[in-house]
T-cell receptor, first 113, second 112 residues
Framework: DTAVSQTPKYLVTQMGNDKSIKCEQN?????MYWYKQDSKKFLKIMFS???????INETVPNRFSPKSPDKAHLNLHINSLELGDSAVYFC????????????FGEGSRLTVL | QKEVEQNSGPLSVPEGAIASLNCTYS??????FFWYRQYSGKSPELIMS????GDKEDGRFTAQLNKASQYVSLLIRDSQPSDSATYLC????????????FGGGTRVLVKP
């Protein structure tokens, strides 16, 4: 039973389209994250939610909108996709907002053509 | 200076040898430090956390922390080909509101 699961694992889409990635964790954790890993393998935080409340909102284009319907789920919606959005997007969770011990999902590889 | 800096490698190590990875960070007030391992095409997984100066051992892995010099290192003893991966250093940077900030990773290749 996967602890942090993301869907879909792969997305290939055209510029200008809108896409969503879903994430679910069954660890009972309070905090969830979206990270982006670009082609140079740099892992950068985008958003974090603690008990459904947004606590980290990095400087990302407002085409990216996270949503947390409950503390076990965190979704990411991206509008008007651009070539530079191509990356691997990782969802992660942690027991609470203060720890750095994160559990990552398998990643969703987004390719924008 | 980057907030969390690592040599990108690759660090080539013969099987059975010790792999030594270093990481420096910019914020002297940081208190929590982590090493993650990421196999090619996979997600990062936590292998070590360290909070106090000195050494912390877990199996073949030893993390070393020196807050005065602002570096944290990871030693992998008796390196195995299965240790070939990218190792990411992560720091909860106080100056960045305690956000977990990752270095660019060091790629390790263990050759049989």
């Amino acid at each position: 039973d996967t602890a942090v699961s993301q869907t879909p694992k792969y997305l290939v889409t055209q510029m200008g389209n809108d896409k969503s990635i879903k994430c679910e964790q069954n660890l009972g954790h309070d905090t969830m994250y979206w990270y982006k890993q670009d082609s140079k393998k740099f892992l950068k935080i985008m958003f974090s939610y603690n008990n459904k409340e947004l606590i980290i909102n990095e400087t990302v284009p407002n085409r990216f909108s996270p949503k947390s319907p409950d503390k076990a789920h965190l979704n990411l919606h991206i509008n008007s996709l651009e070539l530079g959005d191509s990356a691997v997007y990782f969802c992660a969770s942690s027991q609470d907002w203060d720890t750095g011990e994160l559990f990552f999902g398998e990643g969703s590889r987004l390719t924008v053509l | 200076q980057k907030e969390v800096e690592q040599n990108s490698g690759p660090l080539s190590v013969p099987e059975g040898a010790i792999a030594s990875l270093n990481c420096t960070y910019s914020d002297r007030g940081s208190q929590s430090f982590f090493w993650y391992r990421q196999y090619s095409g996979k997600s990062p997984e936590l292998i070590m956390s360290i909070y106090s100066n000195g050494d912390k051992e877990d199996g073949r892995f030893t993390a070393q922390l020196n807050k005065a010099s602002q570096y944290v290192s990871l030693l992998i003893r008796d390196s195995q080909p299965s240790d070939s991966a990218t190792y990411l250093c992560a720091v909860k940077l106080k100056a960045a509101g305690n956000k977990l900030t990752f270095g660019g990773g060091t790629r390790v290749l263990v050759k049989p």
